[in-house]
């Protein structure tokens, strides 16, 4: 599904060229559930960035589902990570003028979905996540953890293949950061491929391969 | 989807109500400014333009060509108008107004009243203009001698009904005319450049021994108005004048009859003669309220820029969310424009909404008729909509294009992009644009008002306070004067009492002379004439600097003496030895020798936009039609009582009527009076306007900088120490601001003063003041926000991370 070779991230100034990551080469399959680690400044998120079409490598060559990013128009990027990637925060990162219903109707606006068929599926997927009562609220009326459900059912709505998850757990209590965590592995077990970045150890348990990232390379990739 | 973006728009501004005030606010008041500059811009230009054929109208004016200068007159000779009909093929109609200014007494019922708003009319001026008649028929309502149509205020005035047709006004005089009302007209619209309350029928005035009388190029005062076949006939009917003009007019009288044409819609706003019927309009002042209008509105729009990417760091993480989630860049920026679209309109609303409850006081402010249907004519509409559409769109492109180039990856790390904090330059120089444009009309603000105050107070050579004017209408006391004036003197409360036939700041007769002092005179010589009475120079106070004033002793200073002004002794050659030369002055056909006993110091009757004149003073026309009064202040209103009661002692069969000179000579800068008011009202309201967005930057600034403010805090700054920091760039802002306005302000300054032959320095102190009171301004403007910061606790600015 993802397929990374040879990527490159670098800033240059003046004098030197600053290597993000180096050599990056890095294959996902359909329905891995991936955590990457590494201490901080590694390269975790620029990674995640460049898998999610945030970012793109300075070098190298970015292949998802066999089609080849790197040499798309923005356009034609944005179309893809539109119908395929949900992200995940972790500050949540919701719209503060809009309500819980119209954060997660919001990726459907962008995909152009009809009304009706945005109610139902709004609907849905506040059922699945036992928000109806709460669908009228603000973000800042809700908890963190409450907040980073509705983060994930945003991430959800448009169904897409791909879950990337930003240390999704970070700003939440433990038993919070467990439901999150159960709910990943669930939708995993559905068939979700998901890729997060976390520092947790606790939390990669859940997931059945961990990349960890020293300095801009892959130090280590186990499968557990 | 536009849905979603009006809910955001709406709760964007629900949420930040701070923010969203001082943007309506701001807009709002600029919009108001502007819709209501364009209202009194839209009322001036419409002058006369509700005349069916205004554009074919012309009015013929006369100038008089004198060793001085040329004295132009919106009237002229009687003869122009029927002579141009007659051998001119491209005009097609004349019609003419005579005998203004007078004043003239009417008795209806045994009632007396008096008006200077009276003038004879040709038959052919209801069918020439489309004044509208409520009652008579168009082409008969002058046709014959003595009718007189009046309008519906003056029928109410003297007859107390608007349908006076039938009824007898009669006209007070050597003789008494009985003038039979034949129709009744609607009031004359305030756009009108036109003031009058009765039309009497100019075939009164027609010699019946000699009917040519009225059609004379050598003589009479009408205010003659001809038609064309087409605008375009203008300059070849001017030819044409000039043509006749020579076949005409005798060579003896050819500087006194030198005419020229004006287009009727042009006479508001471009003509300012001596004699008008109302004061004009004036161009200058619809150019300088149009500037304001647009900079007003200009600053406005920039505060919302300004604002709006001032506060991009608190938008910058929904832009990132809403990448994330799929919007692409032109749904993003629709988003934002979305929002100053809908503030905009907000503003519209509620300017409308402004207007409707203020557009009387405004009227009253300004001195035009505004009126409340004016918003509502379809030019306005669609400027509203223009002002909209631009403000709505062109100050929302920049925050919305800025706004959207946000990349994600960036934003959404909590990281600043560059630009975002309140440093920027583009919003750098727009605040220097407001400013610049605020201290400018600060500087032009205080000129005006420094003029003002400057013409109201210079001496002007001759007393004004305390002097009360009696008009003597109809020279009613003239043959008792010496008896009036002594009656009067009979009570301590009055000073002093002379008479004489002009005013201050009236016309005066120009009258011609000869001198033997004066070589190359082209036989067009002349100097004012002032008639005056015996007291006349001690009365006004007016300085006697060689000879003597006029003794009821002497016999011939009744007769053949006159005073000379130094300006007109020097005109004349005779400044070093004026006493006992003699000059000949013009009386009717001949040449009347009068002695020089005195010369006196130069003082300015006129209002001091022009040059003092030339004047001679002396018995000349033994007609006196103003009686002055200097009383004694303490004692006011028992001077008027005593004047009164002597008058009706003496003239019973006329009302008496009086006013204060100083009141009088204020008159004279009623419309310099007015602009500077609401000059000075506009650029308060630019100032506010600068200072609200310049109050939001300011807040922003330091929401940005509290963590580094409580940081500097923990290590010891001051209150002070803080406030200079945010506040220095500012200040530096200002001083760029300040330096760029003052040349351009001098040289508007300049331009404005060359209207006025006496006029003010403008020196540093009003720029050192303008620029430090935008200094003081903004400094307190940007402390509000900033003290607080400074003085709150760092613990609390640091504890946020």
């Keep these: 599904m993802i397929k990374l070779n040879d990527v490159d991230k670098f800033i240059d100034s003046k004098y030197q060229r ?6 990056i080469d890095l294959e996902i399959k359909q329905g891995e559930f991936v955590t990457i680690m590494g201490p901080s400044g590694a390269g975790k998120s620029t990674v995640m960035n460049i898998i999610g079409m945030l970012d793109e490598p300075s070098q190298g060559e970015y292949y998802f589902l066999d089609e080849p990013i790197h040499k798309m128009k923005e356009r034609k990027r944005s179309e893809l990570h539109k119908h395929h990637i949900g992200f995940v925060f972790q500050a949540y990162h919701l719209i503060d003028e809009l309500t819980v219903y119209e954060n997660i109707e919001t990726p459907l606006l962008y995909k152009g979905v009809k009304s009706s068929e945005r109610k139902s599926l709004v609907a849905e997927m506040l059922d699945r996540f036992q928000m109806v009562a709460k669908k009228d609220l603000f973000p800042e009326q809700l908890s963190g953890g409450q907040q980073q459900l509705v983060g994930v059912a945003r991430a959800l709505i448009g169904q897409p293949k791909l879950l990337l998850a930003d240390e999704p757990t970070g700003n939440l209590h433990s038993d919070q950061a467990e439901e999150i965590m159960k709910l990943f592995q669930k939708l995993n077990s559905e068939g979700m491929t998901i890729v997060q970045v976390t520092h947790s150890k606790e939390n990669a348990a859940y997931g059945k391969r961990t990349i960890n990232i020293v300095d801009g390379a892959i130090d280590t990739d186990d499968t557990h | 989807m536009i849905k979603n973006y ?14 969203s005030g001082i943007n309506i606010f701001g807009l709002t008041l600029g919009i108001t400014c502007f819709l209501f500059i364009f209202l009194v811009v839209q009322y001036e230009v419409s002058f006369d333009r509700f005349h069916k054929d205004a554009d074919l109208i012309y009015r013929v004016d006369n100038a008089l060509k004198l060793s001085s200068g040329e004295y132009k007159y919106p009237n002229g000779p009687n003869g122009i108008g029927p002579s141009l009909l007659t051998e001119v093929p ?67 005035r003297f007859f107390g009904k608007k349908n006076a047709v039938g009824e007898i006004l009669t006209l007070k005089g050597n003789q008494d005319a009985r003038y039979l009302v034949s129709g009744i007209m609607e009031n004359i619209p305030a756009n009108s450049h036109m003031n009058f309350e009765m039309l009497l029928s ?34 070849l009917v001017y030819k044409k004048i000039l043509e006749l003009k020579a076949k005409y007019v005798e060579e003896s009288n050819s500087i006194r009859v030198n005419p020229s044409l004006i287009a009727m819609t042009d006479i508001h706003l471009k003509s300012n003669l001596r004699n008008e019927m109302q004061p004009n309009g004036s161009m200058d002042v619809v150019y300088v309220f149009s500037a304001i209008a647009i900079f007003i509105l200009l600053i406005a729009a920039i505060n919302y820029m300004n604002l709006a990417t001032a506060r991009s760091a608190k938008r910058a993480k929904e832009v990132g969310v809403r990448k994330v989630l799929g919007a692409y860049k032109n749904q993003l920026i629709g988003q934002f424009m979305g929002e100053s679209v809908v503030l905009v309109i907000i503003s519209a609303m509620l300017s409308i909404a402004v207007i409707g409850a203020t557009i009387n006081l405004m009227a009253d402010f300004t001195g035009k008729a505004l009126t409340i249907d004016m918003l509502f004519q379809l030019r306005v509409v669609m400027v509203l909509l223009i002002v909209v559409i631009l403000i709505g769109f062109g100050s929302g492109i920049y925050p919305a294009l800025f706004l959207s180039s946000f990349k994600p990856a960036v934003v959404l790390k909590g990281k600043l992009a560059p630009g975002m904090n309140s440093s920027g330059s583009l919003r750098k120089g727009l605040v220097i644009f407001q400013f610049s444009i605020s201290i400018m009309l600060m500087i032009g603000t205080y000129t005006v008002y420094n003029q003002l105050t400057y013409m109201k107070n210079k001496s002007l050579g001759f007393q004004k306070k305390n002097m009360l004017v009696i008009s003597n209408t109809r020279n009613a ?27 201050p700041g009236g016309l005066r007769p120009i009258i011609f002379i000869k001198s033997e002092t004066v070589i190359d005179d082209e036989g067009n010589l002349n100097l004012a004439g002032i008639s005056t009475d015996f007291d006349y120079m001690s009365t006004f106070g007016i300085e006697i600097l060689k000879g003597r004033d006029f003794d009821r002793s002497i016999p011939s200073d009744s007769t053949q003496s006159i005073l000379l002004n130094e300006q007109a002794a020097r005109e004349l050659n005779i400044i070093e030895d004026p006493l006992g030369q003699i000059i000949q002055i013009s009386q009717g056909q001949d040449w009347v020798n009068k002695k020089v006993i005195g010369l006196v110091a130069d003082v300015n009757f006129e209002p001091l936009q022009r040059k003092t004149e030339s004047t001679m003073y002396g018995p000349l026309f033994g007609s006196n039609l103003y009686i002055y009064v200097k009383v004694n202040p303490d004692r006011l209103a028992e001077s008027i009582e005593l004047a009164h009661a002597t008058w009706e002692q003496f003239a019973p069969e006329i009302p008496f009527q009086y006013s204060f000179l100083e009141d009088d000579l204020n ?27 310049l109050f939001g930057l300011a807040s922003f600034a330091t929401e940005q900088r509290i963590k580094e403010i409580g940081v500097r805090k923990v290590l010891g700054a001051s209150v002070a120490q803080v406030l200079l ?9 200002i001083i760029v601001a300040f330096l760029i306005a003052a040349p351009a302000a001098y040289f ?32 307190s403007t940007i402390s509000y926000k900033t003290l607080n910061a400074a003085r709150s606790n760092p613990v609390k600015a640091l504890r946020i991370d």
Excluded: H
Excluded at chain 2, 100 to 110: K, L, T
Excluded at chain 2, 678 to 688: E, G, K, P, Q, S
């Design chain 2, 725 to 733: 920091l945010i506040s220095k760039d500012f200040m530096v802002l």
């Design chain 2, 6 to 19: 009006l809910k955001i728009a709406v709760r964007s501004i629900l949420k930040n109500p701070g923010y």
């Design chain 2, 667 to 693: 008159q004279l800068y009623q419309s310099e009076e007015q602009l500077s008011q609401v000059v000075i009202f506009f650029a308060i309201l630019t100032v506010i306007i600068a200072c609200l967005g």
């Design chain 2, 90 to 156: 491209e005009v097609t109609g004349f019609t003419r107004l005579t005998g203004n200014g007078q004043q003239r007494i009417f008795e209806v019922n045994n009632e007396l009243f008096q008006t200077e708003d009276a003038f004879y009319a040709d038959s052919t001026f209801f069918e020439f203009f489309d004044f509208e008649l409520t009652f008579g028929d168009r082409s008969e309502v002058l046709d014959e001698p003595l009718m007189v149509v009046l309008t519906e205020n003056a029928a109410l």
């Design chain 2, 477 to 503: 006391v003239t043959p008792q004067l010496d008896a009036f004036k002594n009656e009067l003197m009979k009570d301590p409360s009055i000073e002093r009492v002379t008479s004489s036939m002009s005013k």
């Design chain 2, 748 to 779: 508007l300054s300049d331009w404005w003063l060359q209207n006025f032959a006496f006029k003010v320095d403008l020196g540093a102190f009003t720029f050192i003041l303008a620029g430090l009171g935008a200094l003081v301004i903004a400094l």
């Design chain 1, 18 to 23: 600053t290597f993000i990551l180096k050599g």
């Design chain 2, 202 to 235: 100019l075939e009164t005035l027609r010699n019946p021994n000699n009917p040519a009388n009225l059609n004379s190029w050598n003589g009479g005062g009408a205010f003659t108005y001809i038609k064309l076949n087409s605008p375009k006939s203008a300059d």
